[in-house]
């Protein structure tokens, strides 16, 4: 009963496309998951199945321990989904109250007005808002009926600089306050900085599954450079365990690397010809290039 | 039940800022009843009644048509297009509420067409009625719009196509159902199609209720086939597109 999604080998097939198989994935209470990965991964179908708006072609989906389409345990849910606009001819505060009206114990208008940075806006129709506004309108009306499980469908598309980190602080609120919060995105950077779960998805599967550091280690790779001096056993390189490649360019040597830490320890300890030792890289960015070129991930 | 209440407030709300609504419900059965009234005058017996009478239960009912075929198709077919029906379904207000309450706005608004129509031949063109006869003629309205918010429902699953196909069937309909020329003036032919037609169905009582003649339940039986007819579709096209990989 903790888990508050559950996906049990759920698959979901249009005609004979496939857009996601064989999916199991379990979030327990508290948890700020990210599903990341590219257009078309499966990201969108996985959260419609979540809440219940697409049915799994085989296999279950339960949220909060319950059948996804109950409307009881959707007094307990936030959602901004993609491609959805706001209701014409309904100012702000109208659009706010009607949502507030669906919950049994919704948040003031003030505090929802607040979390969106819309107090100004407040009387203006929520059509006529810029394409940044509405996302944070969209934020607070799925915050309206305060939350447990917040699900985000892509939040900051077509946020500016400044509306994004508002709208992080906003959501890292929400988290400290141990609720759970579903996100998808491609914004690497917002996954790492919003979530300690990144699933990351590709063709409809989930190939990898771990917190960004976790994720950044494995797959991301450090990558120590150094130049080596003429008589160094640059092959015997291959063979360290950590090592997931090495380039050469000349006498410049670069190591890719799962610890940099171990991979540096060997060489001074083997006392190797080396100067000029740099160690950087491996951000999530290059953990999700890699995992996403590679077809079958998980190595 | 507070969810419907909310939803059903905004809808009103929605639709008192909405030029469209006013200037095909309300404007047009209006303005046809003033222009086909000073032509032919008022005093014109037929039915058993008045035509200024006569036609003012034409207007009505043509504006409750519009308002429930035209304009709530048209709304429903945008809110699906732009996701928020979607998004609603996420919400505590279920399919179930959000279809009573866009079903309560129409009455709502069905109710308010009838009582301007009805108004404006009262006093503007002296039709006169017992305090019966009116209660019974404008119950039978109201009531007797819901096929057209079936229809309407039905009609705003058709998409992009909803708002050709909305004005198309209103038109349609008003015509062949002898709301705009009444089908005793009509060649045989279209007499007998009338019959078939809900709007005739739905305009026929009230005319029967102006002569205080007893209303016939063969009207109420085809609406009721025509409702169970709008609503079967309805559904059944509804799972199609729910079956789909996003209706956004």
Same mark, same amino acid.
């Given at each position: ?52 708006? $697409?049915?799994? /072609?085989? @296999? *279950?989906?339960?949220? &909060? ?5 109950? +409307?009881?345990?959707? %007094? ?50 929520? $059509?006529?808002? /810029?394409? @940044? *506004?509405?996302?944070? &309108? ?5 915050? +309206?009926?305060?939350? %447990? ?151 | ?248």
């Amino acid at each position: 009963m903790n888990h508050v999604i559950q996906l049990e080998r759920v698959t979901k097939l249009f005609g004979s496309f496939s857009a996601i198989s064989d999916v199991s994935l379990a979030v327990e209470s508290g948890q700020a998951v990210s599903l990341l990965g590219p257009n078309g991964a499966g990201k969108t179908t996985s959260i419609a199945i979540m809440l219940g708006l $697409q049915h799994p /072609s085989t @296999g *279950k989906a339960k949220l &909060l321990g319950k059948n996804p389409g109950d +409307a009881k345990i959707h %007094e307990k849910i936030g959602v901004v989904l993609q491609n959805v606009s706001v209701p014409d001819r309904l100012t702000v505060t109208e659009c706010l109250n009607l949502f507030r009206g669906f919950y049994p114990h919704p948040l003031p208008l003030s505090h929802l007005l607040a979390i969106a940075g819309l107090e100004e806006d407040a009387q203006k129709m929520a $059509q006529s808002l /810029s394409g @940044g *506004k509405t996302r944070r &309108l969209q934020f607070a009306l799925a915050m +309206a009926g305060d939350p %447990e499980v917040l699900f985000l469908d892509e939040p900051t598309v077509g946020m500016d600089v400044a509306s994004k980190r508002q709208f992080w602080d906003a959501l890292r609120e929400f988290v400290t306050e141990g609720k759970t919060l579903i996100l998808t995105t491609h914004d690497l950077q917002e996954a790492d900085v919003m979530t300690d779960r990144v699933v990351v998805m590709n063709r409809g599967r989930i190939i990898a599954d771990a917190s960004p550091e976790q994720i950044k280690m494995e797959f991301g790779g450090r990558q120590v450079s150094f130049v080596a001096g003429t008589d160094s056993p640059i092959p015997t390189l291959r063979g360290w365990a950590e090592v997931i490649d090495v380039q050469t360019a000349g006498r410049q040597v670069t190591v890719v690397t799962r610890d940099s830490d171990v991979t540096l320890r060997r060489l001074i300890r083997d006392n190797w010809d080396i100067r000029d030792i740099t160690v950087g890289g491996g951000g999530l960015e290059e953990a999700f290039v890699r995992l996403t070129n590679d077809k079958e991930g998980k190595s | 039940m507070k969810a419907l209440v909310a939803q059903w407030k905004a809808d009103l709300i929605r639709t008192a800022r909405d030029r469209r609504f006013f200037v095909l419900t309300l404007l047009m059965p209006v303005g046809f009843y003033l222009i086909f009234i000073s032509e032919q005058k008022g005093t014109l017996h037929i039915a058993g009644t008045f035509w200024s009478a006569y036609f003012m239960v034409s207007m009505a009912t043509f504006g409750v048509v519009g308002s429930s075929v035209n304009t709530l198709g048209v709304r429903l077919a945008t809110e699906r297009k732009s996701g928020w029906v979607r998004w609603l379904r996420t919400t505590p207000l279920t399919p179930v509420g959000y279809a009573l309450a866009k079903i309560m706005t129409q009455l709502t608004l069905s109710l308010f067409i009838v009582m301007v129509v009805f108004a404006v031949a009262h006093f503007g063109q002296g039709v006169t009625l017992s305090l019966r006869q009116w209660i019974e003629i404008i119950l039978w309205l109201w009531i007797g719009s819901i096929p057209f918010a079936a229809l309407g429902v039905l009609i705003g699953l058709a998409g992009n196509a909803a708002q050709v196909l909305g004005t198309l069937v209103y038109l349609a309909l008003s015509l062949l159902g002898g709301l705009w020329t009444p089908i005793q003036a009509l060649p045989k032919g279209m007499q007998d199609l009338a019959h078939y037609m809900p709007t005739y169905r739905f305009a026929h009582p009230a005319w029967d209720l102006l002569s205080k003649r007893p209303i016939h339940s063969s009207d109420m039986l085809v609406l009721l086939i025509y409702t169970v007819i709008f609503v079967a579709a309805a559904a059944i096209i509804q799972k199609r597109i729910d079956s789909r990989p996003e209706s956004a």
